[in-house]
């Protein structure tokens, strides 16, 4: 055998372990991580141009690269588009890093803003850097980005190879299609890989990964089993699912730990942990409160005391000053309500509706909640307001003070329209339910006077 | 030129020992499939080269100016024509030393003042402009053309290759074509100028004064191959030339490949390609795949890398992204599908959409109805991937409950990625199949 022969099957010997150890690291990923190895080969072998790489976040796209490409050492640069946000960051960025510039050292940083510039210098970084003999990559995460800038850095890039003359890669991640990246011509078509999503076995199989080491395997898995019963309908994001199980397993241990149940009574422990998982879907889940607010909450609920209104329930609780609430109302009432209905809702003999109005009632009915709030002028909204508030209210700048103090507090929305300074417009912001429930603190019926529901 | 760096040392490597080895064939292969190919294999266009052949010859070696375009389908070999022309050209001693040739990409030089700058460093004229400050554009050009001139004699003729030509079209006042076709025009100096272009209409983008100054001689490539050569050119790209030193494993490779071209499977996946694609870069990404499966243990290509590659290369990428999103996505997506049957493709907000999907979870006892926000938040993913897009701008005031919304995919992937859901409830299949109409 030759040197050369040697040398490959040693490298091929090497491969192999590497693959092991990192099917070890990112299970359920052999098939992608093969596909990419055979794909990048030998160092100095050219491969495509372009490769991108798209799957839902958590597939795995960025480490698995960024794996592989770390552990062979290969010449590399990871740039993400978000960091990045114009061209000119971008092309100082991977000109730096092949540099082995760090960012403080701000003597000897290479400056460039435009293309022809950064292919210019890029292949003088390269040669400089003796690594014009091997396939450098370019990783791009988040490339989704690229299409906001420049429409000519996206189809650059993609034939980069053939700009710089160099054996140069560029690999593209993102978790939106390849389809939606093509605008006009130009673009050299790059290889497109998917990463395909995890089954629900799958992601047992990685939320396993780190089980806690105090419990027993199989009561972690149950419970993993329980969190994706609850879970797995909205949200199949390994990351999210991770952070809830985490988040909850203390809860679900605890009667285990108290001695309260034991760790085969999965019934008792479903029933115990149930309502907390379903809790957590609507307050953890959707961000409204951090982790952190979510433990100390848990907590106050084992201490005896009431949970402070957080979350959930303080959506539709705001206090606001009486009129206020009226002039929210009367708001309301003009962006759902058709001014033409006006007169049956509030004034004194206008109750008479014919059939006419019937039928174009049920055809309007669907269209209001459901196409969203219409501006009103002030003055609709005005009448409105002293039809429904209790007693005289006389028109003081205090009043109209409130409006613009609740457009600051984005429930009411100025419509654009500034040429009009006497008559201003504006649109109702709030929900449904919270409208009825701030009525409901002033004793209104809201609902008799919207004529959706009438 | 670090092409044929690395060409000279696989040869290098393979010739003494005469044993190559999978190895030197990938890399030989790899390197063909890559957008530097050294050597390019040019298949027809014999006219149109010759052709351009002339035209810049006579630049060269009479200082006759001239300008021409050359239109064609992208990877139809335009720029490998050019470069190959070219090639052969300095092979010619006199021509070697008086042609100059300036290479200009419109993906580069984005605008007229980085394009003059390129165009100085490519005459190797930096130093020569030095600080000198000019008035226009034209009076640049013109010192730069200048300069070249040596002593009484005329200046030395410049070969100009202008790539993707239509967007120097799009430069403030075509100011570079309007300078570059003047000088070919009113003989300054001997110029050549090449546009190279897939816009068919790339005569429409130029401004009059612009147009009334180009030749309007333009060279076509187009791609009108049959099956039976894009046959042919496949099988001719895996081939390997065998060198000098005879070597036993390039004659079994070329015997495999000429095996596999033969082969009905492969044959249905060039006719498929064909069908769909014609282009020849799409070929190499089928035939790079293949080659990079092969190793020491594997060292011929069978007709099932063929298929994989294939296979890899059509995937549908919505209907493996459908694949990934949760069943509640899922419910959302069908119930904008039928949104849009029924009001005719008119966008829809998420308050239909929801009140759609509150609908049919409420009529089905064993799907679970979720809180409006839960709804909201998978809505908002949708959003995120882009299966959905607001019809009027994300600028706009309005709430995004009441957003205008419409559904970018087509009913035929929404069942197909139904059809391969993992455990999909039976209920979201027949309402996804049932019509509303």
């Known amino acids: 055998m030759t040197d050369i022969q040697e040398a490959a099957s040693e490298n091929m010997a090497e491969v192999d372990n590497f693959k092991e150890d990192l099917n070890k690291t990112f299970p359920c990923r052999q098939s992608q991580i093969n596909l990419l190895l055979s794909l990048f080969g030998q160092r100095h072998q050219y491969t495509y141009s ?76 390269s040669q400089e850097k003796g690594i014009n003999q091997e396939t450098i990559y370019i990783v791009l995460d988040k490339a989704e980005r690229l299409r906001e800038m420049e429409m000519n850095i996206l189809p650059a890039f993609l034939r980069l190879q053939e700009l710089t003359q160099q054996n140069v890669c560029v690999i593209l991640l993102s978790e939106i299609v390849w389809e939606k990246f093509r605008t006009g011509s130009g673009y050299c078509e790059p290889f497109v890989l998917h990463f395909s999503d995890y089954t629900n076995d799958q992601l047992i199989e990685i939320m ?109 609780h705001v206090e606001l000053p009486y009129y206020s609430k009226f002039l929210l109302i009367a708001a309301y009432l003009a962006s759902y309500n058709p001014a033409k209905t006006d007169k049956r809702f509030f004034a004194k003999h206008g109750g008479k509706t014919s059939r006419q109005s019937k039928l174009l009632k049920k055809h309007e009915r669907a269209s209001n909640h459901m196409l969203g709030p219409k501006p009103f002028a002030l003055d609709r909204m005005m009448a409105i307001f002293y039809a429904v508030v209790e007693g005289r209210v006389a028109p003081t700048a205090n009043i109209f003070m409130q409006i613009s103090s609740l457009v600051s507090l984005n429930l009411l929305g100025h419509v654009a329209s500034d040429d009009q300074i006497d008559s201003p417009k504006y649109k109702c912001l709030v929900s449904l339910d919270f409208i009825k429930s701030v009525s409901r603190t002033v004793n209104f019926e809201v609902m008799r006077y919207l004529f959706d529901f009438v | 030129m670090k092409s044929s760096k690395r060409k000279s040392k696989s040869s290098k490597e393979t010739d003494p020992g005469e044993t190559t080895s999978i190895q030197n064939i990938q890399d030989e292969l790899r390197l063909r499939f890559s957008q530097n190919a050294p050597s390019p294999s040019l298949h027809g266009y014999e006219k149109e080269r010759g052709q351009l052949f002339d035209l810049i010859k006579r630049t060269a070696s ?114 570079l074509l309007y300078n570059l076709f003047d000088i070919a025009q009113s003989d300054q100096a001997p110029i050549c100028v090449v546009g190279v272009t897939c816009r068919l209409d790339v005569i429409e983008l130029l401004e009059k004064r612009v147009k009334s100054r180009f030749s309007h001689r333009q060279v076509y490539f187009l791609n009108n191959y049959s099956y039976e050569n894009f046959c042919d050119i496949c099988m001719s790209y895996l081939k390997i030339e065998s060198k000098p030193v005879r070597c036993d494993f390039i004659k079994e490779w070329n015997k495999q490949v000429e095996k596999l071209s033969k082969d009905s499977t492969v044959r249905d996946v060039l006719q498929q390609q064909f069908q769909f694609n014609k282009d020849i870069r799409a070929l190499h990404h089928i035939l790079m795949y293949v080659v990079c499966q092969l190793n020491e243990t594997r060292p011929f290509p069978t007709p099932s890398d063929f298929v994989e590659a294939m296979k890899v290369t059509s995937t549908d990428s919505k209907s493996a992204m459908l694949h990934g999103i949760s069943i509640l996505e899922l419910c ?34 064993s799907m679970q109805m979720y809180e409006k926000a839960v709804v909201l938040k998978a809505f908002e993913h949708l959003l995120a991937l882009e299966l959905v897009k607001s019809t009027d701008g994300s600028g706009t005031r309005i709430q995004k409950e009441y957003r205008l919304m419409s559904l970018l995919i087509h009913p035929s992937q929404i069942t197909d990625a139904l059809q391969k859901y993992p455990q999909c409830p039976t209920e979201v299949k027949q309402w996804a199949s049932t019509s509303v109409i």
Request: aromatic share 10%; hydrophobic share 35%.
């Open chain 1, 50 to 125: 372009s490769l991108f790489i798209y799957g839902h976040t958590g597939t795995g796209k960025t480490a698995v690269t960024t794996n592989i490409l770390n552990h062979f050492k290969l010449p590399h640069v990871l740039v993400n588009c978000v960091e990045c946000y114009s061209s000119r960051f971008l092309y100082e960025m991977i000109l730096n890093s092949l540099h082995g510039n760090s960012v403080t050292e701000s003597s000897d940083l290479v400056k460039c803003d435009n293309m022809n510039d950064f292919v210019r210098m890029f292949k003088q970084v």
């Open chain 1, 208 to 316: 396993m990964l780190d089980h806690p080491t105090e419990y027993d395997e199989n009561f972690y898995r149950m419970y993993l089993n329980l969190v994706l019963s609850v879970f797995q309908m909205v949200c199949r994001n390994l990351k999210e699912l991770h952070h809830l199980a985490k988040l909850n397993f203390q809860r679900y241990a605890e009667p285990v730990k108290t001695g309260e149940a034991t760790a085969e009574d999965t019934r008792k422990l479903w029933k115990n942990i149930e309502p907390h998982l379903k809790k957590a879907l609507q307050t953890v889940y959707l961000r409204e409160v951090s982790s952190s607010q979510w433990e100390k909450m848990q907590q106050s609920i084992e201490a005896g005391q009431p949970p402070a209104l957080q979350g959930l329930s303080s959506r539709s």
């Open chain 2, 62 to 175: 009479t200082g006759e100016s001239n300008s021409v375009l050359v239109i064609g389908p992208r990877g139809s070999g335009k720029t490998m024509t050019l470069n190959s022309i070219y090639n052969e050209l300095i092979e010619d001693d006199n021509i070697r030393e008086n042609l100059l040739q300036v290479k200009l990409n419109g993906l580069l030089q984005t605008d007229d003042k980085i394009a003059l700058k390129e165009i100085t460093r490519q005459l190797q004229l930096e130093n020569t402009l030095g600080d000198k400050v000019f008035g226009s554009f034209a009076e640049t050009l013109q010192f730069l053309l200048d300069a070249l001139k040596c002593g009484s004699q005329s200046s030395k003729p410049i070969l100009f290759i202008l790539e993707e030509f239509d967007m120097f079209a799009h430069h403030k006042n075509q100011t």
């Open chain 2, 332 to 365: 959302l997506i069908i119930a904008m599908k039928h949104l849009t049957d029924i009001y005719d493709g008119e966008p829809f907000n998420f308050e239909m959409v929801y009140s759609e999907y509150a609908k049919f979870a409420q009529k089905r006892s």
